[in-house]
């Protein structure tokens, strides 16, 4: 197959040229041995039309080969070749072609051995070091990842085939895999935007697909997810299952976002005819009827969800509710302790439980129930339940009160009511909907639970809000005020907390209102079902459901039986959980992963045990978060860097083994990461976790595997306060690191130059280009031929000692315009040892009227000019929280809105003023008792606690000169290097416009306004300059360090280039991270040098303007060619055409640095290549092109799929051609061969002539030093 680096037709007829070597071997040999009895069973030999049959078999029939069905003579084929290929193996001893363990692999994969497929696939790895150049080998590595649920290792494989081979047959299958991990995985940006390329690919989806599309738009809150439910249910012929959850969603989206419960419920009901069965159906019904009074239907609702899902946490916590609206405790108190026994985790239910003893005057119970919701992983408000604990003790201290209290016992206590029986009616499977509502008639249900003297909302487990009722609350609170004369002190301090803990919750109802909401202990998250409904959106009480049936056609119609639920602002099930909250036990595989043993040589083993196992795709789908001296005729050198505090020593990490037992953490790839040991059979035996049976296959009971990388074991943070122009280096002496040795194999294959030189002229390249083919190589790859994929650097070698972690910033300080001019100071910011340098005095050496930038000057100039408006968390710089402030994580949060200049600068100026006011209300209440030495703890939470949101004002484009002419003219007065258009800028050369790179972006900030972590587009340099009046802090790590932050951020399931994270300091410096860490004063200028990974901070009230350089230089060049491969590696559009902009630079440089000049012109050639074959075969075709000139800065083309930067040769649609727009839609050849074929309907437009392309090819040649325009 054309999809296959190495001829399968090469691979059958090494293994009989094997076969035949092995059966002519010397008999007596055979018989020294005691073979000659072996029979033609055990050691079956393939005849030659066997072996043609086997030629045109690979893994990209896996699931469309129905072995099981019509299939068998296929299967008994392939059964007697793995049987023939294993005693190959055994009697040569493992000497035979690679290529045979690759075939396999192959008909393993295809007979479901997935265990066997992989050791196959492993060995082949092992001994083929162009592995990567076979797209069916990745595939089924791939295919066998993904049966194990190793989503991110799939991932991976997956991506190196689309990179290598972009037209592989098996393209949509992968696609759709890729949109399902991906949303797995929590990365619903780049999920979405593959099932919408899937879309544009084949111009058809199934109806799972396009629901997946829709769910993906609820959980990242587009308001497109409505119009996407209703126009999908529009759909002709639309399955019943589909159809049933796509009202299901429609109806809880409608309740949670529009309150439109009339719409909600009917939605639900037609769900609910399509399919009865659904108890996430019935639970969403029963909280619209709840939510409208309606509590007898509502109740009705929730004992058919018990009915059709048995073990819902969620339903039998909003049930508890129900009761103790309507004033029936004990029934309240039995639905509640079902609850917790279905999810000991279970936050809500346990403080609805405590809340529930509170009110019948029963402390001790009351605090064992708190305790228990503060021990959850999902509880959101520990900070209040500890200030109410504290309270209840109190209580308990006064004997008074507590022989009041102990006269009479509403209800059993906590541990005799966990024991208790669960009555009958309550837990009977029968009756249904008639006997339902008369569950109690000596304590009949209530028409109205709203009308109840006093209640209280509170989040319970999944997001949602509930109603408290507190008809027969605090009768404490009654005896005390009516004795308020005669209290002692401690008694009247009781009454005054008890007081203020109720005006507390009237404010908080007098909020949230009255009606019942969503249950759940944090507003929003994601939703989940619990237990074990048949419900496609609940969870599965099998480890994992399959996503792909290997003898269907299309796997992917199946994928509704295993959607998983999204999120809605007000809601998250139990088991799902926030963002940053952990997920319960519900939704997280009980124990350890499967134990894959893998035998790496003889009686060597390594046995991988998965501590931290991803869920399965049915299972886990979560919502989303004083300057130093100076010198007068140069410039000074100094630094920069905070004080360090004394590292305090941590508990080492817990290791994360991988599914590759042998892999270290410096594993750049997942293939490079492979090891030839490979998985026991054992592994696989029943009682293992690994089955034969997976997401793949009919039987799915396969638990899954971890595909984490093994951590490191580091004590030590070497975390530290700040201080301009200072340094304290880290001086405790950590432990030292245990780290596992590298892998032999995991190395980057050495790369080799083309075939093709560089030097001879277009003609001779052209005519030695001819009919050379793809080789294995995707055509549109710049890198030299023979490398493999783009993979992750290594960490760098050595390790950094723990005092260099905090290394000072190299800061340079400025008198005059003559010091900034001053040639070293280019030198010295351009040096890549230096990732970042701080030039201080600036503004002032160079007399720049900062006040051009300042927010007055930007109202009275463009008030009404846009501004993307990002709201954030306010939180210390060197911390990141979650929203409830309890867990540290790397996932920043915000929401995007849009606003005007004149609108931001009117909330920066009050919150500059809200800012002093409560400053001033501070210094005003301070007593003396506040100079009291707190605890660590309480210094922690009032450090960070509580978060309030704020406004940061970014990406505001200042680029048009009619508006901003004075700014902009401002500018040139800094030198050459720095400036936004120069001769040396790489950016100046592109011949169009990229808004933020070489156009100014100005950011307006309060305290607090954050720029995640990045490294700049295509690995660029960048200029930043503070207007002031505030200071900015920034961070920033190596640029060898990347892949050890990518690797972080997969860590947390964050993408790392279209992710928004902020690292964690401490995790950083355990994995011997350096950090520079420095303060941007007003008028300072920091130079971020390219790959420079970094994020900023504002901590006082300022405006920034920033914009990228990329110096003429190879080092800029050659990281940039890198990173824009790695974009197209990671399906991710590369913001600068470097293809574009190499031919460019042909054109308009003279370049004298030969190892510059060797990439520029390698590219050019590799482009110019393409272009002569792509045309031959177009030309072969019949199909003629269409020569446009460019126009003036027409910017460069991007296909409108998969967004690889298309040159020359644009296929554009010819319909859309014909209406002469602007802009054409243009696709890259392989997105547009993957719609038509034969290219029907597709106009070819060139931009280039042949001819001009081969004279722009000759006259690039390497030019004197002296001549060189940097």
Known sequence: MQSCGVSLAVAACAAARSLGSASGGDEEKKMAAGKASETEEDFPTLTAQERDSLVGIDSSLFGFQRLHEDGARTKALLLKAVRSYDSLILKAEGKVEQELFCQLGHFNLLLEEYAKALSAYQRYYSLQSDYWKNAAFLYGLGMVYFHYNAFQWAIKAFQEVLYIDPSFSRAKEIHLRLGLMFKVNTDYESSLKVLLANNLYFFCLSSSVQFHIAHLYEIQRYRAAKEAYETLLQTENLPAQVKATTLQQLGKTTHNRANKDSYAIQCLQKSLEADPNSGQSWYFLGRCYSSIGKVQDAFVSYRQSIDKSEASADTWCSIGVLYQQQNQPMDALQAYICAVQLDHGHAAAWMDLGTLYESCSQPHDAIKCYINAMRSKACSNATALTQRIKCLQAQLSNPQVTSLQSKSKMLPLIDEAWSLPIPAELTSRQGGLNTAPQVRPDRPLPPHPHTQPSTHTTPTANGQHITWSFSMSFPLLDQLRSNRASLKPLQLQMLEQLEAQLNLMQQHQQQKGSAPHWAGPNGDGSLSSSGGSTHPLSHPQTPHNQVGHSAAPSPWQQALNHLPSPPSPHHSATSGGAPGTPATKESTPLGNGPAATATKGPGETTTANSTAAPESLSNHVQSAAGDGGTSNRSPHHSSDNPKGDDPTTSAPHKKINNIHPAVSSTASSPISAMSTATPSPKSTEPGQSTGPHGLNSPSTTTATLSSAGPATVVNGNGKGGISEDSQSPLKADPPATCRRPMPPHARTPPSSSSSVSIYPSSTDVLKACRNLGKNGLSSSSILLDKCPPPRLPPPPSPVLPKDKLNPPTPSIYLENKRDAFFPPLHQFCTNPSNPVTVIRGLAGALKLDLGLFSTKTLVEANPDHLVECRTQLSQPADENWDLSGIKKMWRCESGRAHTTIAKYAQYQAASFQESLREENEKKALKEPSDAEPASAESVARKRRGPLKHIKFGTNIDVSDERKWKLQLQELSKLPAFARVVSAGNLLSHVGHTILGMNTVQLYMKVPGSRIPGHQEHNNFCSVNINIGPGDCEWFAVPEPYWGVMSNFCEKNNINFLMGSWWPNLEDLYEADVPV??????????????????????????????????????????????????????????????????????????????????????????????QCQSVKEALAAAGKETVLQGRNRDEPAHYCTICEVEVFNLLFVRSELLSRKQKQYVVHCQDCARKGSAELDNFVIVEKHRMDDLMQVYDQFTLAPLHSSSS
């Open 1076 to 1169: 520079y860490r420095f303060i941007q004063r007003p008028g300072d200028l920091v130079w971020l040098n390219t790959g420079t990974v970094h994020w900023v901070q504002a901590i006082g009230w300022c405006n920034n303007i920033a914009w990228n350089v990329g110096p003429l230089s190879a080092h800029q060049y050659k990281l940039a060619v890198e990173r824009y491969e790695w974009n197209k590696l990671q399906s991710v559009k590369s913001h600068v055409p470097m293809v574009h902009l190499s031919w460019n630079m042909a054109r308009n440089i003279k370049v004298s640095d030969h190892k510059l000049f060797q990439m520029i012109k390698y590219c050019l050639l590799r482009t110019l290549k």
